[in-house]
């Protein structure tokens, strides 16, 4: 499902850039998270790294994007579903981390069951990660 990123932008109230909107299409055109230093390669030329990770958190911050860390901390960007708001990220999901190739993926399809958290706790973040061996790496 392709999304109108200028809609998304407009709708959170972002100037319509170019480079906000290399970022998301990059990101959106993988079939994985994608890595800030891999961004960072892809679009080295038309954003520097400033401004790369200025977008990266602005975008986290209104829902657009979620962030994932991988087996070596580095910092990997999916994009959010469409439930996702400033207010409130409901990414809850598996991530699946390849020990091979090193690849993050979003497990959208597996629902997380529900967690009784004992009285008085309150989430604010869930992050389940799978690691093993992605289905490419496992030919």
Do not use: W
Not at 18 to 25: D, E, F, G, Q, T
């Amino acid at each position: 499902m392709k999304r109108n990123f200028e809609v998304l932008l407009r709708d959170n109230q972002l100037k319509i850039t170019n480079p906000r909107l290399s970022v998301l299409r990059l990101i959106a055109d993988q079939q994985f998270a994608t890595s800030q230093p891999m961004l960072e390669k892809v679009l080295g030329n038309e954003i520097d790294r400033v401004t790369l990770y200025r977008i990266l958190k602005t975008f986290e911050e209104k829902g657009i994007l979620h962030k994932v860390i991988d087996l070596n901390g580095t910092a990997n960007y999916a994009i959010c579903s469409s439930n996702c708001s400033a207010n409130a990220h409901h990414d809850e999901h598996f991530h699946f981390n390849c020990s091979n190739c090193h690849k993050v993926y979003c497990m959208n399809d597996f629902h997380l069951p529900a967690i009784a958290l004992p009285p008085g706790f309150l989430a604010e973040t869930l992050n389940l990660s799978i690691t093993g061996v992605c289905k490419d790496c496992n030919l």
